[in-house]
């Protein structure tokens, strides 16, 4: 099924993974996520295959998952990993997220693209395939971009498959595929 909006993607209760097809410096479409995670406190997990921006900053919600963190960083909220081409180790750390934190999890990863750079096209769709089960059955949502630009159909449709939403379009104008 698919339809447009220029609105905040509202996610059903039982979607839990969303892909978005978009550049990757474009602003990702906003997300209602209360009809999975309620309206409460939420605890979004940072999940990064590259450095860092300068500057970054962690609130007090966030748990980062990367390759290395800006000193200073509370280490009780920074789960660090090996690199981008260990997905075992991004596989761990993000086990060690849903055993540490206690409510409802928003966990949103780099770009899908940044790390096809890194990994080959079977070992990330396993990671994702993999991920996207885990944060169903955690009641969790999983959020992700990949550049369409940046990649052949073959790929974004591969890329595509584990995800329960795919928003595509630009400038405000999506459409919304779900499964």
């Known amino acids: 099924m698919s339809?447009?909006?220029?609105?905040?993607?509202?996610l059903h209760e039982d979607e839990s993974s969303v892909l978005v097809h978009g550049a990757a410096l474009a602003p990702r479409p906003s997300?209602?996520?209360?009809?999975?995670?309620?309206?409460?406190r939420l605890t979004t997990v940072d999940v990064r295959f590259?450095?860092?921006?300068?500057?970054f900053e962690l609130d007090a919600e966030t748990r980062l998952v990367a390759p290395s963190a800006p000193a200073g960083l509370d280490s009780e909220r920074v789960y660090s990993v090996g690199g981008p081409d260990s997905l075992t180790e991004y596989g761990v750390a993000l086990t060690r997220v849903f055993e540490d934190v206690d409510g409802p999890i928003?966990?949103?990863?780099?770009s899908l693209t940044a790390l096809l750079q890194h990994a080959?096209?079977?070992a990330v769709f396993r990671f994702v395939h993999v991920l996207s089960g885990?944060?169903?059955?955690?009641?969790?949502v999983l959020v992700a971009s990949i550049d369409p630009g940046a990649h052949d159909e073959q790929t974004l449709a591969t890329m595509t498959q584990p995800f329960d939403v795919a928003v595509t379009g630009e400038d405000g104008a999506h459409q919304i595929?779900?499964?």
């Open 3 to 10: 339809s447009a909006t220029d609105e905040r993607v509202a």
């Open 31 to 40: 997300f209602d996520v209360t009809a999975r995670l309620g309206s409460g």
């Open 50 to 55: 590259g450095r860092l921006p300068p500057g």
């Open 106 to 110: 928003l966990v949103e990863l780099d």
């Open 120 to 122: 080959t096209l079977d």
């Open 134 to 140: 885990r944060v169903d059955r955690e009641q969790a």
């Open 177 to 179: 595929r779900r499964r």
